[in-house]
């Protein structure tokens, strides 16, 4: 079984990812700091859950396998 994230941090990682795809890699150090930067408020945990959804995310990306089902209700694009 693999790890459950809410919609909410999955709206949030994808939200910038959109913005700042450019400055995350598959690191997850490395995009820890960058989500303290751009992430205002919300507890550490929060702020972990979405540094790690991203690196899993980009790190799938790179490999060519689509990274999750699209959350229900959300746009494919």
Known sequence: MGNVRTKQIKRMAKEL?????D??????????HLV???????TPQVKNQI?????RFL????KGVPAE?????????
Do not use: C, M, W
């Open 69 to 77: 089902v699209p959350i229900e209700g959300e746009e494919s694009a």
């Open 51 to 55: 540094a790690g959804y991203i690196t």
């Open 36 to 42: 303290n930067s751009l992430v205002q408020g919300g």
């Open 23 to 32: 400055k995350f890699n598959s690191n997850f150090e490395d995009n820890k």
């Open 17 to 21: 990812i959109k913005r700042y795809h």
């Open 59 to 62: 790190a799938a990306e790179a």
